[in-house]
Antibody, heavy 121, light 108 residues
Framework: EVQLVESGGGLVQPGGSLRLSCAASGFTFSSYDMHWVRQATGKGLEWVSA???????YYPGSVKGRFTISRENAKNSLYLQMNSLRAGDTAVYYC???????????????WGQGTMVTVSS | EIVMTQSPATLSVSPGERATLSCRASQSVSSNLAWYQQKPGQAPRLLIYGASIRATGIPARFSGSGSGTEFTLTISILQSEDFAVYYCQQYNNWPPLTFGGGTKVEIK
């Protein structure tokens, strides 16, 4: 079964750091671009970061310089290191697999169940 | 940044009726547009990609159309399990990848 399982969420103080993990199974992890998407309670979806199969990384301006996405293909794992956290980073964080090939590339065909990050004092 | 605008914010529909959801892009995204369904407490699920291609396992009552800046998701005969929030997402020009604000389909 194709599956993504996030972990590492929790309560952190403003200015603190947290590292999220995403364990992939059921597919050849190294062959797919991977992303993080977040969702604040009651709000919409916000793209957070992406990493390509070659290790190239991408971020929106809201997290650039504070968040770092990485992958460890040997462990079928995706990570998100979050530093200088703010109250506005409070959200459920999902890892998602981007489809491969043609029109599917860039759409997220597999999602994890999410992990909650709360930034509060 | 490409801004995605969905309308309406809430759509009240009776089971068995047709639902039509709209998504507009601030500039052309060609056909690089996806639709997702999200139910409370669950992760989003891919419904449509390439503006009109149903993802694996998605029922035929879901259909997508459009290209450029105007897109539509149609649910032909609403079932009870279709009441959810629907998001569009462009992946033509990124970073950043951007989502619409969502349309909630509720029971009338």
């Amino acid at each position: 079964e194709v599956q993504l399982v996030e972990s590492g969420g929790g309560l952190v103080q403003p200015g603190g750091s947290l590292r999220l993990s995403c364990a992939a199974s059921g597919f050849t992890f190294s062959s797919y671009d991977m992303h993080w998407v977040r969702q604040a309670t009651g709000k919409g979806l916000e793209w957070v970061s992406a990493i390509g199969t070659a290790g190239d990384t991408y971020y929106p301006g809201s997290v650039k310089g504070r968040f770092t996405i990485s992958r460890e293909n040997a462990k079928n794992s995706l990570y998100l290191q979050m530093n200088s956290l703010r109250a506005g980073d409070t959200a459920v964080y999902y890892c998602a697999r981007a489809g491969t090939g043609g029109p599917l590339r860039g759409a997220f065909d597999i999602w994890g169940q999410g992990t909650m990050v709360t930034v509060s004092s | 940044e490409i801004v995605m605008t969905q309308s309406p914010a809430t759509l009240s529909v009776s089971p068995g009726e047709r639902a039509t959801l709209s998504c507009r892009a601030s500039q052309s995204v060609s056909s690089n547009l996806a639709w997702y369904q999200q139910k409370p407490g669950q992760a989003p699920r891919l419904l449509i990609y390439g503006a009109s291609i149903r993802a694996t396992g998605i029922p035929a009552r879901f259909s997508g159309s459009g290209s450029g800046t105007e897109f539509t998701l149609t649910i032909s005969i609403l079932q009870s399990e279709d009441f959810a929030v629907y998001y569009c997402q462009q992946y033509n020009n990124w970073p950043p990848l951007t989502f619409g604000g969502g349309t909630k389909v509720e029971i009338k």
